[in-house]
């Protein structure tokens, strides 16, 4: 299925029904446009024109878009939130084509980083940083971009070889033979080895 290619399976609830945001912080504080700017990012929304971005109208969307909606007009700032329907296929195509060329594009430096722990598999805290990025980008991934499969295959691959590696280096740690002599010093100091004579 290409970019621009409607997905047969979704309900067409999932493919129909758009929300328009329309937001002005102008005479608000800075500190609300860069709220703004960040949520609707962090939403994926795709911008129309200026100040006006498309989202998919789904419940949790929706909820985050009101929240900020009331928030802008509470600090000063102008909001609307419109929900629409988007009939014309081939517009509806383009507009969840630029969805998912957004996520592909996330995805895609996903999979380019993801060689490097491998190649340094003991960064445990990369693989933590590496599941919080590819969840963060599949809140957003609406329309099921298909290199999400391949990348949620190769953060699996990375889950089971940081699993190997733990495994591997536990038994090297716990093993007599491969303890190095200040290892074994650790060790009879902590009561850990029995004293040899």
Do not use: N
Not at 35 to 55: D, E, F, I
């Amino acid at each position: 299925m290409s970019d621009g290619e409607v997905d047969e399976s979704l309900p067409a609830r999932a493919e129909d029904a758009w929300l328009m945001v329309a937001v002005s912080t102008a005479g608000a504080a800075d500190s609300l446009r860069v709220h703004v700017w960040r949520k609707l990012r962090g939403l994926g929304a795709v911008y129309v024109q200026q100040s006006v971005c498309l989202l998919p109208d789904r419940p949790p969307v929706a909820g985050a878009v009101r929240k900020l909606v009331d928030k802008v007009r509470a600090e000063g700032g102008t909001a609307r939130l419109l929900h629409l329907t988007l009939t014309d296929p081939v517009e509806r195509g383009e507009v969840i084509g630029e969805f998912r060329a957004s996520v592909t594009a996330e995805y895609g430096e996903v999979l380019e980083r993801l060689p490097a722990f491998f190649a340094e598999i003991e960064a445990e805290a990369d693989l933590a940083r590496f599941e919080t990025w590819v969840g963060k980008i599949a809140v957003r991934d609406y329309f099921a971009a298909p290199i999400g499969a391949e990348v949620r295959a190769e953060l699996e691959r990375a889950r089971t070889a940081m699993t190997a590696f733990e495994a591997a280096a536990l038994a090297a740690d716990t093993s007599p033979d491969t303890r190095t002599g200040r290892d074994r010093a650790r060790l009879r100091a902590a009561g850990g080895e029995g004293h040899r004579p």
